[in-house]
Nanobody, 123 residues
Framework: VQLQASGGGLVQAGGSLRLSCAASGRTFSRYSMGWFRQAPGKEREFVAASLWSTGGTYYADSVKGRFTMSRDNAKKTVYLQMNSLKPEDTAVYYC?????????????????WGQGTQVTVSS
């Protein structure tokens, strides 16, 4: 599976961005997908996940109510709609995929990673 993330950019606080992650592979619908982010000097942290096994979508507390993850299996693409952005959301955002993720919030559980897209939120 190859992943290509896009959609990052510079936005003012309170603004919105939509990230996309396009995947290759024939069994995309049977992959769990995750979004993570990494700010300078910090560890990579979980943002959101979409599990194929349960059909559920899960969010970090820090983004709950502001970010929405969705997937289009026909297009082999996942999205992260980010609203009410804050300066602390500034980071490189990565999408990830796993055919059998044990813990959806742990980066180590994902087998494939995209290259990352920069999101910068100015105050």
């Amino acid at each position: 599976v190859q992943l290509q993330a896009s959609g990052g950019g510079l936005v003012q606080a309170g603004g919105s961005l939509r990230l996309s992650c396009a995947a290759s592979g024939r069994t995309f619908s049977r992959y769990s997908m995750g979004w993570f982010r990494q700010a300078p000097g910090k560890e990579r942290e979980f943002v959101a996940a979409s599990l194929w096994s349960t059909g559920g979508t899960y969010y970090a507390d820090s983004v709950k109510g502001r970010f929405t993850m969705s997937r289009d299996n026909a297009k082999k693409t996942v999205y992260l709609q980010m609203n009410s952005l804050k300066p602390e959301d500034t980071a490189v955002y990565y999408c990830a995929a796993s055919s059998a993720v044990a813990s959806y919030s742990a980066a180590a559980g994902y087998d494939y990673w995209g290259q990352g897209t920069q999101v910068t939120v100015s105050s």
